[in-house]
T-cell receptor, first 115, second 114 residues
Framework: GESVGLHLPTLSVQEGDNSIINCAYS??????FIWYKQESGKGPQFIID?????DKRQGQRVTVLLNKTVKHLSLQIAATQPGDSAVYFC??????????????FGKGTRLHILP | NAGVTQTPKFQVLKTGQSMTLQCAQD?????MYWYRQDPGMGLRLIYY???????DKGEVPNGYNVSRLNKREFSLRLESAAPSQTSVYFC?????????????FGEGSRLTVL
């Protein structure tokens, strides 16, 4: 069915190491993908996005990689900090009826930073 | 700068009662959304409105109705609440248009149905 899913529900990373959070999507018609961060008790916050005509996009300490061949998306966080502890969601637009404004979220990965 | 404001923040209902969650944004955004978030389930789209005067079903619309009252406001109504609707509800808005995924979220409304 219509889904944007994640490989791992929880990821533990040593402070200062790089984190990689993965996401699989099922709708090959989706052309826009977004990563969100949600801290406890708050609404999600936009991190970075990428269009399907790109395979890599960089932000401040974050990089998103898109592999359309295998329908896989990843978020890389460099030099992970305690403030990066949160749940991370990937999202896509369109869904199966390919509506640009219909933003569908995956289940999320909890990132836990080890001291 | 308020952003997206949701009311109420907390609500307890009995099965069968009705209620409306209110949402307003002050960013002149075209698109507005209602999501629900259950533990371990991520956010699921209930309804969205790509522009004033239009509404569309999301992934889990059953048991809900929405009204895009004007450009600023998008309400979510539960006509006959059920325990399965116990959840945290988030309203969001975006400027909309082709694949603009930067949604701005409210703080959430925690609903418990007994």
């Amino acid at each position: 069915g219509e889904s944007v899913g994640l490989h791992l529900p929880t990821l533990s990373v040593q402070e200062g190491d790089n984190s990689i959070i993965n996401c699989a999507y099922s709708n090959s018609a989706s052309d826009y993908f977004i990563w969100y961060k949600q801290e406890s008790g708050k609404g999600p916050q936009f991190i970075i996005d990428i269009r399907s005509n790109m395979d890599k996009r960089q932000g401040q300490r974050v990089t998103v990689l898109l592999n359309k061949t295998v329908k896989h998306l990843s978020l890389q966080i460099a030099a992970t900090q305690p403030g990066d502890s949160a749940v991370y969601f990937c999202a896509e637009n369109g869904g199966y009826d390919n509506r640009d404004d219909k933003i569908i979220f995956g289940k999320g990965t909890r990132l836990h930073i080890l001291p | 700068n308020a952003g997206v404001t949701q009311t109420p923040k907390f609500q307890v209902l009995k099965t069968g009662q009705s209620m409306t969650l209110q949402c307003a944004q002050d960013m002149n955004h075209n698109s507005m959304y209602w999501y629900r978030q259950d533990p371990g389930m991520g956010l699921r789209l209930i309804y969205y409105s790509a522009s004033e005067g239009t509404t569309d079903k999301g992934e889990v619309p059953n048991g809900y109705n929405v009204s895009r009252l004007n450009k600023r406001e998008f309400s979510l109504r539960l006509e006959s609440a059920a325990p399965s609707q116990t959840s945290v509800y988030f309203c969001a808005s975006s400027s909309g248009g082709s694949g603009t995924g930067e949604l701005f979220f409210g703080e959430g409304s925690r609903l418990t149905v007994l």
